[in-house]
C-alpha cells in the first residue's frame, strides 16, 4: 500500500459477498490516486463451486490476505475469524473496513475493526426481516450499530435503521451492488441450454425450455429439520409435475438431504440436481426461468431486476421492496400455499413488478465517491441520493 495515502480493507466470506465487493472494489480501485485497497477474505466458503469460480466469472482479485477459517459451529466461526483478522487489521492499519451483507464473516470482522476504532462501513445496510431466528438477522442488527456508514439498498431501510437510533447523517441510500454486478454481467450469462446440456442427462429439460422452474433451498430454517425438508422436497416433486424444476443444490442442503435419506424425493425426471453453479451459469439459468422457487435472499432481488416471479419459501423478508415493487410473493413453508402460488403464476404468468429506485448499476459509484469525500476530503458526489 502507499502510505500517503488512506486505504480501505474490504471483507468478503462466503458466496453471497462475492457478487456485492465486485462493483466496490472495482469502483475504488478505478481511482488508485485516492485511496488504497486490500481484499480480506475469511475463507467461510471455500469449496471452488462456492469461491474459486465466483472470483474468476467476476473478476474479483486475488485477496490479499485469506484467513482460511472454513465450516465451523456459528460461535466458533465467528470468534475464528476475530481472531485471524486482528492481526491482520493491525499490521495493515488501514482508514476503514468494509464489510458487505450479512453472513458471520460481516459481524465478525467489523467487530473487530469497531473495537479497534477503526470506522467501518456496511454495504446492504438496514435490512430487516424482524426474524431473529435468523442469524442472518442478529449479524445486521449488530453490524449496523457499529457501522460509521450504512449504505442502504432501499428507502424503507432508513426508517428501520432510525428506530434503532441509528444518526440519519451516517445513513446513505446508493441502491444495490448486487445489481450492479447483474447488469454488468447480464449479456456474459451462460444461456440455460448450455448449462443443461452439460449436466447428463438433460432431455427432458433441453426439451422443456419454453418452460422451466429454478428452485433453490439452503436456510437452517428450511434444511436442517428432517420434516420440514421432506415437506418441502415432496412438495416440490409435485410441483415439477406441472413444470421442470432445476435445483442447483447448496452444501448444507446436500448433506441434509443425505443424512434424512430423502434423495429418493428427488429421483423424479422432472427435477434435476445440479451441484452449486457459478454466478454466469445461475444468472443464465434464472433470466430464462419460467419462475424461480427460493429462500435465498439474493435471488429475490436478482429476480425482481430480471422481472422473472418468484416465490419466496419463507415466512418473511428482510428485501420488502421485492413484494411491493418487484416480482417476488411471499409464500411460507407450507404446501397448500406454495402449491396456489406457483398455479396461479402458471395460469396467469405471475407479477410483472419494476425495478426499484436506484437499482440501476451505479451503487458501488455512489458508495466510492462517499468513502473517497469522508476519507480524502472534498465534496460528496452529486450522485449521492438521500
Ligand atoms: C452462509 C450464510 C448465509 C448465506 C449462505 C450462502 C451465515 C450465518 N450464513 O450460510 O447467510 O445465505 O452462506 O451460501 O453466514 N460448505 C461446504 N463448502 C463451502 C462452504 C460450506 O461444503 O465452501 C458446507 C459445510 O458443510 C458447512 C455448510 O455448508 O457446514 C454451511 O456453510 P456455512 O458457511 O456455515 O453456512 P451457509 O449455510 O453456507
Not at 474490504?10 to 472494489?25: E, L, S
Request: proline fraction near 6%; glycine fraction near 8%; hydrophobic fraction near 45%.
Amino acid at each position: 500500500m502507499t502510505a500517503t495515502m488512506p486505504s480501505i480493507m474490504c471483507i468478503v466470506g462466503a458466496r453471497p459477498n462475492f457478487m456485492k465487493i465486485a462493483p466496490v472494489i472495482g469502483a475504488l480501485r478505478a481511482d488508485p490516486l485516492r485511496v488504497n485497497t486490500c481484499l480480506v477474505h475469511t475463507g467461510q466458503h471455500y469449496d471452488a463451486a462456492m469461491k474459486h469460480t465466483f472470483f474468476e466469472q467476476l473478476g474479483i482479485p486475488v485477496p490479499d490476505v485469506d484467513l482460511e477459517v472454513g465450516s465451523l459451529s456459528h460461535a466458533v466461526q465467528t470468534a475464528e475469524i476475530m481472531r485471524r483478522f486482528e492481526p491482520v487489521l493491525d499490521a495493515h492499519r488501514p482508514a476503514a473496513v468494509l464489510v458487505v451483507g450479512d453472513v458471520n464473516s460481516t459481524i465478525a470482522c467489523a467487530l473487530v475493526a469497531a473495537k479497534k476504532g477503526v470506522p467501518v462501513a456496511h454495504v446492504e445496510a438496514g435490512l430487516r426481516s424482524y426474524d431473529r431466528a435468523m442469524p442472518e438477522e442478529i449479524n445486521r442488527v449488530l453490524t449496523d450499530q457499529i457501522s460509521d456508514w450504512l449504505f442502504t439498498t432501499e428507502r424503507n431501510a432508513r426508517d428501520n435503521l432510525l428506530r434503532e437510533g441509528i444518526a440519519d447523517e451516517k445513513i446513505h441510500f446508493v441502491g444495490n451492488v448486487m445489481i450492479d454486478t447483474l447488469l454488468h454481467h447480464r449479456l456474459r450469462a451462460v444461456p440455460a441450454e448450455q448449462t443443461l446440456g452439460a449436466s447428463g442427462d438433460p432431455a427432458p429439460f433441453v426439451n422443456a425450455l419454453n418452460g422451466y422452474g429454478v428452485l433453490t433451498l439452503h436456510r437452517p430454517s428450511n434444511v436442517d429439520d428432517p420434516a420440514v425438508l421432506k415437506r418441502l422436497l415432496t412438495t416440490v416433486h409435485d410441483l415439477a409435475r406441472d413444470i421442470p424444476l432445476v435445483f442447483p443444490v447448496h452444501p448444507r442442503t446436500e448433506a441434509r438431504i443425505r443424512a434424512a435419506g430423502l434423495e429418493s424425493l428427488l429421483d423424479g425426471a422432472r427435477l434435476l440436481r445440479l451441484p452449486p453453479l457459478g454466478y454466469l451459469e445461475m444468472l443464465g439459468l434464472m433470466a430464462g426461468a419460467h419462475l424461480v422457487l427460493t429462500d435465498s435472499g439474493g435471488m429475490q432481488e436478482e429476480t425482481t431486476a430480471l422481472g422473472v416471479p418468484c416465490l419466496t419459501i419463507r415466512e418473511n423478508t428482510e428485501r420488502p421492496i421485492t413484494i411491493e415493487q418487484g416480482t417476488n410473493t411471499l409464500v411460507g413453508t407450507q404446501s397448500a400455499r406454495i402449491r396456489a402460488a406457483f398455479a396461479d403464476i402458471l395460469a396467469s404468468g405471475g407479477k410483472a413488478g419494476r425495478v426499484p429506485e436506484l437499482w440501476d448499476g451505479q451503487a458501488a459509484e455512489r458508495i466510492a465517491a462517499h468513502l473517497h469525500a469522508s476519507l480524502c476530503g472534498g465534496a460528496a458526489a452529486a450522485v449521492a441520493v438521500r
